[in-house]
């Protein structure tokens, strides 16, 4: 009951803040605060492989930078090599999973860059899909609502996951019930959206989401650590938090051009 109500207060908190800088700024902010996010799960990275200051920043400058050109990338030409490097990316990180064998060492720079730098930048992609759309009666940008879409399914999943009596840490219940939660949240933006595609969201997060926590639950057991860190109370460090964000954001970005955005 208690990592529930803390985890659901964290979030309660964390939505209208997100809300306000995706609706209120333009995509260059977005960029910019999904940028702090990028440096946060950097650092915890380090910090759990037990590098040195010097290696801890020099990781997060070169994550950062990846990050950004990763991003300039699909704005500007290069979207079906970034989606690419992203597909494969997540295939090994699935195959390693599968094997329970690290193809590339944890320790490995090339892993941060990678695993935050490339998936995380599809997360400000989705921001920074071009148009306008009808919400509600209100004109809102449509890379602002499709991300908030996204966004909330990934809050849903992660809340409904970990409902007392249900999960309190990863069981079939818990993961029932947070795909249940993607499924519902997702179909509720397709109906207000008037676009039915929509809800494939739902079952994507539901899905991959939970693969996401399993593939950073396979770092942490080998650095033999709980949590990568105590940024977010309830939830651990901040790559605790966005784990499952960042291994669907490439595939929820596919899923959005696929459907014709």
């Known amino acids: ?8 207060v964290v979030t309660a908190i964390g939505i209208p803040l997100t809300f306000v800088s995706i609706f209120l700024g333009d995509k260059d902010f977005f960029f ?15 910090e759990m492989a037990g590098l040195n200051e010097y290696l801890k920043w020099s990781s997060v400058v070169t994550v950062v930078a990846a990050y950004a050109v990763f991003y300039a990338g699909m704005i500007s030409g290069y979207e079906d090599l970034i989606i690419g490097l992203a597909g ?54 449509l890379g602002s609502i499709l991300v908030f879409d996204y966004l909330c399914v990934v809050w849903a999943t992660d809340i409904f996951a970990y ?20 499924v519902l949240t997702a179909a509720t933006f397709a109906f207000v959206l008037h676009n039915p595609a929509l809800a494939l969201i739902g079952p994507v997060v539901g899905a991959l989401g939970q693969t996401g926590d399993l ?36 595939v929820v970005y596919f899923l959005l051009r696929w459907i014709g955005y």
């Open 1 to 8: 009951m208690k990592s529930f109500l803390t985890r659901a």
């Open 32 to 46: 910019a605060i999904v940028g702090i996010a990028v440096v946060l799960m950097t650092s915890e990275y380090c």
């Open 88 to 141: 494969v990316t997540l295939v090994f990180l699935a195959a390693e999973l599968n094997s329970k064998r690290f193809g590339v060492s944890p320790e490995n720079p090339l892993r941060m860059v990678f695993y935050i730098g490339l998936l995380t930048s599809f997360v400000a992609a989705i921001r920074a899909i071009s148009g306008e759309v009808s919400v509600l009666g209100f004109q809102t940008g």
């Open 163 to 182: 409902l007392p009596d249900i999960s309190a840490g990863k069981t079939i219940g818990g993961s029932t019930a947070g795909f249940i939660a993607a």
């Open 215 to 250: 593939v950073e639950s396979f770092l942490k057991r080998y650095f033999k650590i709980k949590d990568s860190g105590t940024f977010i109370p309830g939830h651990g460090g901040a790559l605790d938090r966005f784990d499952s964000m960042i291994y669907t954001a490439p």
